[in-house]
């Protein structure tokens, strides 16, 4: 079993920066893809970015477009951490937040969310205008 545990939700206004963690921890796989994704009330789970992560360097980083250029994902190695950098947000932001892991054959960013095998419990981030 994998255990994720995100952290770094809040409540900012408009224009404002949070930084959400996901720790990653049980058992581990030599490859694997890890996704952040969002689902706010009444909509679809949706994409929000992912990265590839395997030995090797380097690794694969994606966001949706809907976030590029404001968003930014990056890793820890050493913690088993990856990091989703959120600026400039918006009142559309608001959703809860998801990191989910699934095991891979080779280095790659899955954005289906039905792909993914372990999921955290999610932490809230609201934007007010």
């Known amino acids: 079993q994998v255990q994720l545990v995100e952290s770094g939700g809040g409540s900012v206004q408009a224009g404002g920066s949070l930084t959400l963690s996901c720790a990653a921890s049980?058992?581990?796989?030599?490859?694997?893809?890890m996704g952040w994704f969002r689902q706010a009330p009444g909509k679809e789970r949706e994409f929000v970015g992912g990265?590839?992560?395997?030995?090797?360097?380097?690794?694969?980083?994606e966001v949706a477009d809907s976030v590029k250029g404001r968003f930014t994902i990056s890793r820890d190695n050493a913690k088993i951490t990856t990091y989703l950098q959120m600026n400039s947000l918006k009142p559309e932001d608001t959703a809860v937040y998801y990191c989910?892991?699934?095991?891979?054959?080779?280095?790659?960013?899955?954005?289906?969310?039905?792909?993914?095998?372990?999921w955290g419990q999610g932490t809230q981030v609201t934007v007010s205008s």
């Open positions: 990265i590839s992560w395997s030995a090797g360097i380097p690794y694969f980083a």
């Open positions: 049980g058992q581990t796989f030599s490859r694997f893809a």
């Open positions: 989910a892991v699934v095991p891979t054959y080779i280095d790659s960013v899955i954005r289906s969310s039905t792909a993914y095998h372990y």
